[in-house]
Each structure stands twice: as C-alpha cells, then as structure tokens.
C-alpha cells in the first residue's frame, strides 16, 4: 500500500515536470533575454549619464557602472523550460569527426558574428548555448538560422549547465528572408 | 524478352573495342569517388585532431595560422609568449585547466612538443577521447620522452630506447643537441592525429637542450652538461602556446577579448572550432573547382562511349537488318541501342567501384606517412550513391542519341540495305 502510494506521488511528480515537447515555440528576439529592468534603454535612465557632457570624467564612470551592470546582468528566468525560436549566427564548439561530414553538435548562438573591434563583445545574458539533440551539419560562414529549443537559465554553473543561458536545440532552420528581421521590433 | 540476352551477346561480339571503353568511364568513375573521399577525410582529419579546447592563445600573428601551428604541427610560430603572460592568464578564475605547449625542435623529421603532465590529463581528441598509453607512463625525469605511435611504429623505437633530439623542424638535422640524450618512456596509443607523429618532453627539458643555444648556435663556451642540467631550476621563460579549458563556456567571448587586448604582450586567442570553419571555406573554393573538374572528365568518358558506338553503327546496318527482318520493331532497336550503352556504363561503374577501393587500399600508407592524412575505408555515402545514380542514366540518356539515329535508320531502309 506505502509502496503504491509512493509510486503514485513520484509519477505525478514526474509527469509535472515533462518538458513542453509539442507544444509551439515562442519566436523570441535577443532583448528578451534582458531581464526587465536591465535593458540598455532602462539601464541609460537609471545611470542618468547625459547629467555629464561628454568629455566628463564622471559621465566615463558612470559608462563603465553601468558596462558593469551590463554585462553581469541576470537571466530573464520567464525563459526557463519554455521552447523558444531565436534567429542568430552560430559559433561551433563541439566538432563530431564520425559522421561522413563533420557536424556539430554544440554551438553558441550569437546575435552578431565577427562585430567590430571596438566595441565590448556581448555580454554572458545575449549568448545561449546551445546542445543539439542530434549534430546539424556544418553551417556556412555567416549564415543566420532559427533554432527552436527548450531554453534553460541557470544562475549559477553546476556538472549539468552553465551560469547564463542554455539550450537544448531540437530543430534549426536556415533564415532567408531579408525582409523580415525578426530582431528588430 | 530476348532483347536483355540480345544486348549481352552484341556487347561481348564487340569486346575488344567496348573493353577500352568501359576502362574509361571506369577510371572517370573512381576518380569522382576518390575526389569525394580525399574531401571527406581531410575535413575528418582535421576535426578529428582537437575536442573540448575553448581557446588556443598564441603570439599575435593570424587565427589560421596560430591553429595551424599549434594544433596540427604545420608552419611555425613567428614569436614565443612569456611565460608570465600564461601563469597570468591561466590563473583567471574562468579557466578551469589549461595545457602549455613549446614547438620548434624535431628528431628524424617528427616534430618535438614540450609540455607539461596536464597534456596527457587534459588532452582530448575525436569526441572527447583522452589519450592512452600502448606502453610505459607520462615523462617524470628530466630526459625522458613520450612518443606518438606513428613515431615508435616508423622508426621501430621500443621503451628504454635512447634518442637525440635535433634543433629545428626539417626533415633531416645538421645540428642536434646530442649532449643531451634522451630515454623513451611512454609510447602512446594511435590516435589518428597529428599526436603519433609527435614527440614529447617536458618544459624543463626545451629549457635544459637550449641553454648553450642562447647565441643563436651551439655556443662551446656556455656549454652545459645532462649531468649538470639535473641540477638546475629550469622554470620556462618562453612556451609556443597554451591551451584552455573555460568553467563556462558563455564566458570564451569575453576571456578572448581580454586575452586579446592584453597589455603586457601582444596575444591572439582563437576558438577552434570557429576557426576550422574558417579554413574549409577556404577548401570551399578549391573543393568545388576539383568537382567540376571531375564532372567533366565524367562526361568525357561517355561521351567516349557515344563515339564508340556511334562509329560502329555503319557496319551494324547489316545486323539491324537483319533484327528488323525476323521481327524487330523499330522501337525494339531504340531500346536495345539505349540499354547497350546503359549496360556499358553500369559496367564502367562497376569497375571503377572496385577500382576505387583498390586505389584506396594501395595507397592509404604511402599517404598517411607523406601527407599525414587517413584514408577511411568507408562504404559508399548517400553522396557518392547519388552520382553513380546520375552517371548510369546520363549513360542510358546518351544511348539514346544512337538510338534515335538507328530508329530513323531502321525506318527508312526497311529490310533492304541501300549503300
């Protein structure tokens, strides 16, 4: 009878817990994975930098707070276990050499490839890091694709993730239409 | 039907010259397999080589470059790091292993590493393989030294051997550091990369085989002892490169860009994983002029066979002739001239089927020890299917150019022959 119940309440647990799989995928864009209150808009108001001209020592300080809070910015945790579909660029990590062309099976996804030197690189909360479910073949340079997958925000590193996002990629498409930038709102 | 037995027969009367022919599109055949494979199993080789690395940082020179050297052992660095620029970087609290490595050295043609115990902890290749020992263990002392299994296999070196390593990475050595022997203690597994055809010693021995090297030369005056090398602190001053393993790997952007805007030395970081990408696109443009190239020659090959059969459909008249006479329809000839040079190509890819892997099999050593590439003895992929697809009935297709001639030719002479 214990024993029944047990296994009763694990299954009920269990079952709570299963990832949306079928369900449709939220078309995301790379400021929602700003937490509220973090986005650069917000962040310009909170510092107040333009109380200084621009050659203000003091308006430098306030820049380089507010780069800081930036770039240490929390995960939005409203992404966490959603399945969402992010356009970006990928950045291959892992290289699988078994198949008869080499594909990849984790990568980062970025909102821009290869920018300009003179700006700081994305900070960790516009980066997701993604593990496909089986590799994808190799993508062409400078190619932009959709991934759909189950985004997973940590706040700290732990054996199975990392601090910041993550993702376990399901589907990616390869994104053509130049017409339609989904990133710009 | 007695047509398939009819085509048989009238491609066997005529072997001696369909023979020739069947050579060709074999060859054209196995050349496009063979193009295919050296594709495949470069992009392998090189994939194969380097798993689990966030970052490789050298001297400032180029992303390719700095791979290149580093990883796969082609080229040399143009500057050696500090070795206070590494500890610096490898105390980050991002980092969560690394792996120093000194190139520039090479015994009988195969490339000298210095590193350190972390290579052997932290090394990984293929998917995420760890390297394994076929004898012996990791060097301890001063002068022992680990060999890749390419190395113990070609030069037949066995534990205990005793060996010179020579300064500089040609093939043959006029300048070794013979003072300073060294004892192999570790032979390790085969790998497939470019580790079998390295050597390996420790940091402290780079440092102990250059020191009466400091002027550029063999320097007699400043000459210094295996027994006296022993004794000293031989911490390193310069190492090639290193490279990291990150805690997490959301954070190898912002580690590279501070790697790379380093004040105290001037460093390049580089993902390789984003710089092999970079170097088969450069492959891309080499790759697609060698497909084309092949294609050609494949045309060229049943354009071969066209000629052939074309050429002998003069004195076939009487044969045709003959076919109609007992019954054949005009269509029947049609038919029977399309599926002769459909059977001439299906054995023309058949051959060079078996050819292919012939090639293969006779030339994998000779390429592995010249080019350090491995040839894989693999079935044929969907790829390769698909072109031997559009071969045969690019073969059956061009049948129907006699074909139509011969249609024509039954059509109007009828059973009697004008000629």
Sequence with gaps: MKNQFISIVMLMVLTACEEPVNSESLQATWEDLIQEGFTPKELILKYQIDTYEADDPRRMQLIRAMEEEWNSAPVNENLDNKKITLTGFIVPLEIESNAAYPTVSEFLLVPFLGACIHVPPPPANQLVYVKMESPIAMPNDGEAFSVTGIMKTESVNNELAEAGYNMKGLSLETFSNESLNPNTE | ?419
């Design chain 2, 1 to 419: 039907m007695i047509l398939p037995r009819l085509v048989f027969e009238s491609l066997l009367n005529r072997r001696s010259t369909i023979v020739l022919t069947l050579i060709t599109i074999a060859f054209s055949v196995a050349l496009l397999l063979g193009v295919e494979k050296v594709r495949q199993d470069t992009r392998y080789s090189f994939s194969n080589t380097v798993s689990g690395t966030d970052l490789i940082v050298g001297a400032r020179s180029g992303n390719l470059p700095l791979l290149l050297y580093s990883v796969f052992h082609i080229g040399n660095a143009s500057n050696n790091i500090s070795w206070q620029s590494y500890q610096h970087i490898r105390k980050n609290k991002k980092v969560a292993w690394s792996i120093p490595i000194s190139l520039g050295d090479s015994h009988r043609g195969f490339r000298v590493l210095g590193t350190n115990s972390d290579y052997f902890k932290f090394y990984r290749h293929g998917n995420k393989q760890q390297l394994d020992f076929e004898h012996g263990k990791p060097f301890a002392a001063l002068f022992d030294v680990v060999i890749g299994a390419d190395v113990a296999k070609k030069l037949n070196y066995t534990l205990g051997k005793k060996i010179i390593l020579s300064h500089g990475v040609g093939k043959v050595s006029f300048s070794d550091h013979d003072d300073k022997p060294f004892a192999v203690v570790g032979i390790l597994k085969k790998t497939g990369t470019p580790v079998d055809r390295t050597v390996h010693v420790s940091l402290q021995a780079i440092e102990a085989i250059h020191l009466d090297w400091q002027t550029g030369y063999k320097n007699p005056a400043h000459a210094v002892s295996a027994k006296q090398a022993l004794k000293l602190e031989l911490e390193p001053k310069t190492i090639t490169a290193f490279m990291l393993g990150l805690t997490s790997r959301l954070s190898v952007f912002s580690l590279q860009r501070s790697i790379n805007q380093y004040s105290k030395e001037p460093l390049l970081a580089v993902l390789p994983g984003a710089t092999l990408q970079e170097l088969w696109s450069l492959f891309g443009l080499a790759e697609s002029a060698l497909l084309i190239i092949t294609v050609f020659v494949v045309l060229s090959g049943l354009l071969g066979m066209l000629t052939a059969i074309l050429a002998s459909l003069n004195e076939r008249r009487r044969e045709l002739a003959i076919l109609r006479s007992v019954g054949a329809r005009p269509w029947h000839i049609l038919v029977m001239l399309c599926a002769e040079a459909g059977l001439l190509t299906a054995g023309g890819i058949f051959v060079g089927v078996a050819l292919y892997y012939l090639i293969i099999i006779a030339a994998a050593p000779v390429v592995e020890t010249r080019y350090g590439l491995t040839l894989t003895l693999t079935g044929l992929s969907i790829n390769n299917v698909c072109m031997l697809l559009i071969t045969q009935v690019a073969g059956i297709l061009i049948g129907l150019i006699p074909g139509i001639r011969a249609y024509r030719m039954a059509l109007n002479n009828g059973i009697t022959i004008r000629l």
